[in-house]
C-alpha cells in the first residue's frame, strides 16, 4: 500500500490565495519529500524536511512535519497561475530500503 | 551541466514486442531510480541502482521486466512481450547518494504505449 496519500486530491483556487496540501505516512520515517510534477512528465524536488525538524520554509512555501501524527502539509503562499501543478510527497521508511515511496499526489489548479 | 536524459521520449509498440528504455543520469551520481506512473496515478518505485549493483528490485512487476546499469552511468530498462498494462511513463531519476536524505533529479520520462 502507499507510504503517503495526499489530499485533497483536487484542489482548484483563484490566483492570490494560499494553497494547503496534506500527507500522510504509515510507518517511521527519516525525511519527507515535497515534489513538483508539470504536465505529467518529470518531477521537480522542492523541499526536504528531517523527522527532527518540525517546519521548513523555502519562498512561498512552507511544510510541516507532525511525526506523532504521521503527516505532513504543504503550503503555498500567494499562489501563482503557474504553481498550477501535481504535487507529491514522497518519503522513505526508517531502517527500511533505500527507496523513495510516492502518493499519488494532489492536483493543484490555479485559476488566474 | 545537464540533467538526466532519457530516450526515447515516446515509444509506440505492439503487445508482445521488447522494448528498452535508456537513461542518462548527471555526471557523478552514484545512484539511479526508475519508476513508472500510470495515467493520474503517483510513482511506482521499480528498481534503484548504487552504482553498477541493483540492491532492491523488488518494484519490479514481473520477470518481463529487467535493468541494467553499466559504468556507473547509463541504465536500460528492458520490458520483454509487453502488455497492454505495461502503458505508462517510465520515469529515471539519480541522486548523489543512495543515501534518501539526497534530493533526486528527474528526466523527463518516456511515454510508453503498447497497442
Known amino acids: 500500500s502507499q507510504q503517503g496519500e495526499e489530499d485533497p486530491q483536487a484542489l482548484s483556487i483563484q490566483e492570490g490565495e494560499n494553497a494547503t496540501m496534506n500527507c500522510s505516512y504509515k510507518?517511521?520515517?527519516?525525511?519527507l519529500q515535497w515534489y513538483r510534477q508539470n504536465s505529467g512528465r518529470g518531477l521537480v524536488h522542492l523541499i526536504l524536511?528531517?523527522?527532527?525538524?518540525r517546519e521548513k520554509h523555502s519562498g512561498r512555501l512552507r511544510v510541516t512535519l507532525d511525526t506523532s501524527k504521521k503527516s505532513s502539509s504543504l503550503l503555498i503562499t500567494a499562489s501563482r497561475a503557474a504553481d498550477t501543478a501535481s504535487y507529491f510527497c514522497?518519503?522513505?521508511?526508517?531502517?527500511?530500503?533505500?527507496?523513495?515511496?510516492f502518493g499519488k499526489g494532489t492536483k493543484l489548479t490555479v485559476n488566474p | 551541466g545537464a540533467g538526466v536524459s532519457q530516450s526515447p521520449s515516446n515509444k509506440v509498440t505492439e503487445k508482445g514486442k521488447d522494448v528498452e528504455l535508456r537513461c542518462d543520469p548527471i555526471?557523478?551520481?552514484?545512484?539511479l531510480y526508475w519508476y513508472r506512473q500510470r495515467l493520474g496515478q503517483g510513482l511506482e518505485f521499480l528498481i534503484y541502482?548504487?552504482?553498477?549493483?541493483?540492491?532492491?528490485k523488488s518494484g519490479l512487476p514481473s520477470d518481463r521486466f529487467s535493468a541494467e546499469r553499466t559504468g556507473e552511468s547509463v541504465s536500460t530498462l528492458t520490458i520483454q512481450r509487453t502488455q497492454q498494462e505495461d502503458s505508462a511513463v517510465y520515469l529515471c531519476?539519480?541522486?548523489?547518494?543512495?543515501?534518501?536524505?539526497?534530493?533526486?533529479?528527474f528526466g523527463p520520462g518516456t511515454r510508453l504505449t503498447v497497442l
Open positions: 531519476a539519480s541522486s548523489f547518494g543512495a543515501n534518501l536524505h539526497y534530493e533526486q533529479f
Open positions: 555526471s557523478g551520481h552514484t545512484a
Open positions: 524536511i528531517r523527522s527532527n525538524e
Open positions: 514522497a518519503t522513505d521508511a526508517k531502517g527500511g530500503s533505500e527507496k523513495l515511496v
Open positions: 541502482f548504487q552504482g553498477n549493483s541493483a540492491p532492491d
Open positions: 510507518t517511521s520515517i527519516n525525511n
